[in-house]
């Protein structure tokens, strides 16, 4: 087991500023299972110790699905709201309303998904795919100019293309070891 420190959900309430109907609710759905170490009591006398570490990264990411679930339940209140359909093609405030809380959900799922690290900007994959093929690049070329003057005094085919196979070898070898993230 890792050295995270074991903890009450009074001290994840304080630790992690959460609201403690909040954390009930989800420690008796189930959704901090994975974090408990220690089971105590029964109902409401339950005592249960936690491990912090990954009762926070549950409580994270319950946080972060939050907008979405508000989303759905503010665009279901929203519709029943509407009592009268807009004869036009200008969206009422309410469906204004609807269209904002979906894209603020979006945002904050993309947000939550790049802070796991499940979602990289485009560029970046392009300056690294770039970089990659600049390695290869330059690494292929320079091939020609190592074993010119060795394979200029082969006569026998065979033993030229064992050389240069052992060259191209050794170059893509070295070339899984570049690191193009840094460049």
Do not use: C
């Amino acid at each position: 087991m890792t050295n995270s420190q074991q903890v009450t959900a009074a001290d994840l309430v304080i630790r992690l500023n959460l609201n403690r109907k909040t954390l009930d609710s989800w420690i008796l759905r189930g959704h901090l299972d994975s974090a408990i170490i220690l089971r105590k009591g029964e109902g409401k006398n339950k005592k249960n110790r936690f491990d912090f570490e990954k009762a926070k990264l549950e409580i994270e990411r319950l946080q972060a699905l939050a907008p979405i679930k508000s989303y759905k339940s503010k665009k279901k209140e929203l519709q029943e709201e509407e009592i009268t359909e807009s004869k036009t093609n200008t969206p009422s405030i309410n469906q204004i309303k609807i269209m904002k809380l979906g894209y603020d959900a979006r945002l904050s799922e993309l947000d939550y998904k790049e802070r796991l690290k499940e979602l990289v900007n485009a560029k970046d994959v392009i300056k690294v795919l770039y970089s990659a093929g600049r390695a290869i690049r330059e690494s292929l070329l320079a091939i020609p100019g190592r074993v010119a003057s060795e394979i200029a005094q082969i006569n026998d085919d065979k033993r030229v293309e064992k050389i240069l196979t052992q060259e191209i070898i050794q170059t893509l070898e070295e070339i899984q070891d570049i690191d193009v993230t840094k460049t």
